[in-house]
C-alpha cells in the first residue's frame, strides 16, 4: 500500500508543503502531487504552500494556485512535506506541519532527520519527483502532473547528466513521455533559458571567480548589493555554481550569495570523490553528496577558508587512501 493512499487515512484536507527557496524539483513535486491528488481524491480538499516560486515554473499546472502565504493556525488532516531534509527548511510551513494531525515526509535527501510521523525517504532516487512517481497508481498520471514530475527530474539531474541519474530515472522520464508532454520546451523553457540580467549576473561571478588550491576549488560570491545592481534576486542565480563546477580541473566549487549583510547562502559542488553534504552538515545544512549547501555568517574571507579547510582536509584524505590501496 502507498502512502498515499488516503482512503485508508480518512482525509478531508491536505496540505503540501516544500523547502524555503524552492527549486525546480519542489515546486514540480509540490505541484505533481497537488494535481493528481485533485485528479484522484476530487472530494478531498487540497492546498498548497510554496514562498516565492521561480516564474520559469509558470507553465506547471496549479501554479496559480500556490499559496504564498502560509497559513496559521490550521490543522490540517495530512500534510505531506516534499523535497526537504529537516523541520527548519519548511520555513514558514513549520507551523502547517507540527498543526497537523497526521503527516508524510516524502524526500531523497542522504541528510533526511526523518521528521514526520511517515517518512519516504529514498536517498538513491535521483530526485523527490522520482520518489513521488513510484508511490503514485499509473492512472493519476496525467499530461499535467507529467510535466511536473519530469520537470522535477530534469533540475535535480541537470537534465539527465549528474551522477545521481539512474537506468531507472530514464525510464520514469520515457514513461513520463509518453504521456505527451512537450519535453523539449521544459527543458529550454525552465533550465537552460536565461533573461539578459541572469545571463549577465552569471557573466559577473564567473569574472570574478577566485580559483584556489592548485584549481581544485573555486569560489564566487554575489552581493546585495551586486543583485540591486543588476536588478536581480536569489531566484536569477541558478546555474551559476554548476558553471562554476564545470571549470577544468575543478573538484569543489562554492558558490556564496548574500542573503543580508554578512549573512551567505552557500552553494557546494562537486566533481570525483569530494563528499559536500559532509562539509554543509557540519556548517549546519545539507543534502546531497555532490551537491549541498547550508547558510553560513562572517566575512567572505571566514567563509571561504572554513569552508576550504574541510575542502583540503577530505582531499587530503582521499589522496592517502588512493596511494595506500
Ligand atoms: P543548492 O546549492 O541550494 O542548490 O542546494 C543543493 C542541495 O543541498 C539541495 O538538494 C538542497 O536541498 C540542499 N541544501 C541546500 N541548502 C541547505 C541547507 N541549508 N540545509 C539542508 N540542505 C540544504
Ligand atoms: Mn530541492
Ligand atoms: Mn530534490
Redesign the pocket.
Known sequence: MSVLDLKEKSVGNVAIIG?IRP?GDCIGSCLGLFNYLKAVYPQVETKVYLGDPAPRFAYLKGFDQINTIFAQEVSFDLCICL?C??EE?LGDGKPILQLAKHSICIDH?V?NTRYAGENVVEPEASSTCEVLYGLMKEEGITREVAECLYTGIIHDTGVFKYSCTSAKTMAIAGRLMETGIDFTDIIDGSFYRKTYLQNQILGRALLESVSFLDGKCIFSVVRLKDMKFYGVTSKDLDGI?EQLRLTEGVECAIFLYEIESQIF?V??RATGDLNVAEI?GYF?????IK?????MSGTIYDVVNNLSAHIEKQLKELTNSCTTE
Do not use: E, N
Open positions: 523547502h527549486d523535497d531534509s529537516d527548511r535527501h541528510t555554481v547562502k552553494s557546494l554543509a549546519g545544512g545539507g543534502g546531497h551537491a549541498a549547501g547550508c547558510t
